[in-house]
């Protein structure tokens, strides 16, 4: 079957909580500041979700990665897309893939058995809209070229990749297999620069590709 797009990304569930300005104060103390990205390890996360599910209610889960959401759009305006990208095998995992599905999106992604977890990324959406995250990369840092479906890049009009994947070893090599498939194939290459912070620390490895 011919797709639209096929692209490359980190695979990233998020838990949305909505969050009042007395919480916004409580994560400043933590140094996290309303409206920013902050990378953060599993526990720290998991802290702050306990701390969130005994104030408010359950999250809204949803399927997520910058690629992710790009892509999510493009296939609700009809475009055929498929995504390679790296899970766990645990509960956040499989409901990464079943909402792939059931936004009509291809993947062959197969679940790894691993002690990290999927990655996730806590939204708190404070009263004003303003949007503060914090991000547990967990296996999708570890994307490598072996999770690269090359019948699917060969099958796509464009290869659409993930800037934020230039900051992993494996997951750069996995670009680099991808790219030079594409240009075998005639498959046009689009690059998400993703964020200023990326683009100025890791310009040499963006001019490589």
Not at 187 to 199: E, N
């Amino acid at each position: 079957m011919r797709l639209d797009i096929c692209s490359l990304g980190n695979a990233i569930v998020d838990v949305q909580f909505s969050i009042d300005e007395e919480f916004v104060s409580e994560l400043l103390s933590k140094s996290i500041h309303k409206g920013s990205m902050t990378l953060v390890e599993s526990n720290e996360q998991k802290h702050l979700i306990k701390l969130l599910r005994q104030k408010y209610e359950e999250p809204i889960l949803a399927c997520g990665g910058s690629i992710t959401n790009s892509i999510m759009a493009a296939a609700s305006f009809g475009s055929k897309c498929h995504l390679s990208c790296k899970v766990s095998n645990d509960e956040h995992g499989g409901f990464f893939l079943e909402d792939l599905t059931a936004n009509r999106i291809d993947h062959s992604v197969i679940a790894t058995n691993s002690n990290l977890s999927t990655g996730k990324c806590l939204v708190m959406v404070s009263e004003d809209a303003e949007r503060t995250m914090c991000t547990y990369l967990g296996i999708s840092n570890e994307l490598a070229k072996e999770d690269i479906d090359v019948r699917a890049i060969r099958a796509s009009k464009y290869l659409f990749i993930e800037g934020y994947l230039v900051a992993s070893t494996s997951a750069l090599e996995a670009c680099h297999k991808a790219i030079k498939v594409a240009k075998k194939s005639n498959t046009k290459v689009a690059i998400s620069l993703s964020a200023v912070f990326i683009a100025d620390n890791f310009k040499t490895e963006f001019l490589f590709v």
